[in-house]
């Protein structure tokens, strides 16, 4: 459920929106509709993120992680073309 600060938020972003919108008729109408894009995007993603967000963080298994430490574990190193991760006791 929206806080009242949120659907706040997001109706200025809209209502920001609609401004560039109606500028429509002026020289710079690629930036209005950039802006008036831009300005729904924000608002869509904040609705999004607060109806969302406990199902979008579950924690993930990083394979490419559990990998490097088994071989870590077993070689106590690892070496990149960067750097060298050695294991510590």
Request: with cysteine; aromatic share 14%; charged share 30%.
């Amino acid at each position: 459920m929206l806080k009242d600060q949120q659907k706040e938020l997001i109706r200025e972003w809209v209502y920001i929106s609609e401004f560039y919108r109606s500028k429509k008729n002026e020289n710079c109408s690629n930036y209005n509709n950039y802006m008036s894009f831009i300005s729904l995007w924000i608002a869509f993603n904040s609705l999004c993120y607060n109806r969302y967000y406990i199902k979008a963080n579950t924690r993930l298994p990083n394979i490419v992680t559990n990998k490097i430490e088994d071989h870590i574990k077993k070689e106590s190193k690892l070496n990149t073309t960067e750097a060298t991760l050695e294991k510590v006791d």
